[in-house]
């Protein structure tokens, strides 16, 4: 049974930093790509990042890009997620997702995906 279990989230001050991490288990994920995605009340869940486990090849969203970097620990089964300069708009419930797909923003195109973490940036 597959499990993505997602933790570090937590409430920063405007400017700072948080790592979240996934912790993947149940099966071998060397042909899949692991997505955070993440979703704000009242909004729709939205991309954030994504990384090809085998390659390590990765994407971003362009209101993350050069904030946020996603990362594996192979010997860990592990994804992160460290954010750097946050803002209030990143506040939001942040889920890890995991899918047999090359790398994709669509959230309907992952299979497995974790409880969510939340994260609140206070201006």
């Known amino acids: 049974q597959v499990q993505l279990v997602e933790s570090g989230g937590g409430l920063v001050q405007a400017g700072g930093s948080l790592r979240l991490s996934c912790a993947a288990s149940g099966r071998t994920f060397n042909d899949y790509s692991m997505g955070w995605f993440r979703q704000a009340p009242g909004k729709e869940r939205e991309f954030v990042a994504a990384i090809r486990w085998s390659s390590g090849s990765t994407y971003y969203a362009d209101s993350v890009k050069g904030r946020f970097t996603i990362s594996r620990d192979n010997a860990k089964n592990t994804v992160y997620l460290q954010m750097n300069s946050l803002k209030p708009e990143d506040t939001a419930v942040y889920y890890c997702?995991?899918?047999?797909?090359?790398?994709?923003?669509?959230?309907?195109?992952?299979?497995?995906w974790g409880q969510g973490t939340q994260v609140t940036v206070s201006s």
């Open positions: 997702a995991a899918g047999f797909l090359r790398l994709s923003t669509k959230a309907n195109e992952y299979d497995y």
